[in-house]
């Protein structure tokens, strides 16, 4: 069964800073991994999805890592706006489901 | 190109009532996939389908629970004699029909039970 715990929990930066959100994942055997904002009381928006043969992919001030044999995925965002507040989560797909870990709940100060 | 769609986007049920939810994917989309988020818990898969096949519902509750995706029209996920634990947000998923590929979420339903 996949575990997926994502570190911190929260954080809480001013405006302009580089964000690193860490997901790490128990099950290397993945298809792929997919990275995901939700705010609240909406659905999930996807921010970037890695293959499992790729190493990193990048959308404009995003930017993921993927090392596949450690289980680890980090989500990296560029020069923080009061826009990125919200809750990011890392999903590791075996085959067709995806594992949620908690997330990241992000709060970029104005 | 629309998104996934699901409605109804908010459902009240008194206990012992029936709830519908439905799901239509994306446009060109024929896999669907069933997400619940209970509260203060991650998102859970429930079930996989194409159309007209269940291809896994391993994540689903044995009892009450069931999912359909017919040839014509939306998914649905109906939960039978809902009970208070039923209550959260149900997302629903679609990819094209590519193995690995992205998941794209609809904007949930969130069921509360009375």
């Known amino acids: 069964k996949q575990e997926v715990t994502q570190i911190p929990a929260a954080l809480s930066v001013p405006e302009g800073e580089n964000l690193v959100l860490n997901c790490s994942f128990t099950?290397?055997?993945?298809?792929?991994l997919q990275w995901f904002r939700q705010d609240p009381g909406k659905g999930l928006t996807s921010l970037l999805l890695?293959?499992?043969?790729?190493r990193e992919q990048t959308s404009g001030r995003l930017n993921a890592s993927l090392d596949k044999s450690s289980g680890r995925s980090t989500l990296y965002i560029a020069a923080s706006q009061p826009g990125d507040s919200a809750t990011y989560l890392c999903?590791?797909?075996?085959?067709?489901?995806?594992?949620f870990g908690a997330g990241t709940t992000v709060t970029v100060r104005a | 190109n629309a998104g996934v769609m699901q409605n109804p986007r908010h459902l009240v049920r008194r206990r012992g009532q029936e709830a519908r939810l439905r799901c239509s994917p994306m446009?060109?989309?024929?896999?669907v996939y069933w997400y619940r988020q209970l509260p203060e818990e991650g998102l859970k898969f429930m079930v996989y389908?194409?159309?007209?096949?269940?291809?896994?519902e391993s994540g689903m509750p044995k009892e009450r629970f069931s999912a359909e995706f017919p040839k014509e029209g939306p998914s649905i996920l109906r939960i039978q004699q809902v009970v208070r634990g039923d209550s959260a947000a149900y997302f629903c998923?679609?990819?094209?029909?590519?193995?690995?590929?992205?998941?794209?979420f609809g904007p949930g339903t969130r069921l509360t039970v009375l």
């Open positions: 998923a679609s990819s094209p029909p590519v193995a690995g590929d992205e998941q794209f």
């Open positions: 099950d290397s055997a993945i298809y792929n």
């Open positions: 890695i293959q499992s043969s790729q």
């Open positions: 999903a590791p797909a075996n085959d067709y489901k995806l594992s």
């Open positions: 446009k060109g989309h024929s896999h």
């Open positions: 389908l194409q159309k007209e096949n269940i291809i896994d």
